[in-house]
């Protein structure tokens, strides 16, 4: 069985602050795919991120920052100096061999107020 | 930017009609999804489909119906809706058969049943 946990339902911070949003997963698959999508309120999920179980190196694309380690099953997404335009949900999610659909998570939504 | 249309965007409609919601790529690809959102909260797989003449209910029991006639077009039907179809429909579509490919999201269409 797959399943993604998003602990953090809520997260507010204000505008510089750095935040991060955590994300375990659940798989008994040895190859898999890990995502970040991005939901604005305006409704559609924006693809962020994608990383494989093969590579556990940590990413950096400018603000943005992930944390993948294999040995305690996260994928944690850091925002660094937030700003207000980064207020949405952030869903993690899992594709695994199967191929037959992606799990998300529950979601975590973040505001960053000014 | 991801080629994948929903229309409408938004829907009210009363209770016991008939209502097909159109999802369309341009991608070419073969797997199609529809997922179920109730705002702010996490994303239920409904329907997908490996492509034309393929469908396949998902993990969250839904009385809407789906079709693949062709491999850019997934409409979802719902025959008699009813209040609690009241939600967020979003759908997606990937590469069949390449695990390291995410999902592309339409914009949804926010289905109110009064």
């Known amino acids: 069985a797959q399943k993604v946990t998003q602990a953090q339902t809520e997260i507010s911070v204000v505008e510089k602050e750095d935040v991060t949003l955590d994300c375990v997963y659940e798989t008994r698959d040895t190859t898999y795919y890990l995502f970040w999508y991005k939901q604005p309120p305006s409704g559609e999920l924006v693809f962020l991120i994608r990383r494989n179980s093969f590579d556990e190196q940590n990413e950096i694309s400018g603000r943005y920052s992930w944390n993948f380690q294999k040995s305690t099953s996260s994928f944690n997404f850091t925002i660094t100096a937030s700003q207000v335009v980064d207020s949405a949900v952030y869903f993690c999610a899992l594709k695994g061999n199967n191929n037959n659909d992606m799990r998300f998570g529950a979601g975590t939504r973040l505001t960053v107020k000014p | 930017e991801a080629d994948i249309y929903q229309t409408p965007r938004y829907l009210v409609i009363g209770t016991g009609k008939k209502i097909t919601l159109e999802c369309s790529q341009t991608?070419?690809?073969?797997?199609m999804y529809w997922y179920q959102q109730d705002p702010g909260m996490e994303l239920h797989l409904i329907h997908y489909?490996?492509?034309?003449?393929?469908?396949e209910k998902g993990d969250l029991s839904s009385e809407s119906t789906v079709s693949r006639i062709r491999t850019e077009h997934f409409p979802l039907t719902l025959e008699s809706a009813r209040p609690s179809h009241t939600s967020q429909y979003l759908c997606?579509?990937?590469?069949?058969?390449?695990?390291?490919?995410?999902?592309?999201f339409g914009q949804g269409t926010r289905l109110t049943v009064v």
């Open positions: 991608m070419g690809h073969d797997k």
């Open positions: 489909s490996y492509g034309v003449n393929s469908t």
């Open positions: 997606a579509s990937s590469e069949y058969g390449n695990m390291n490919t995410e999902a592309f």
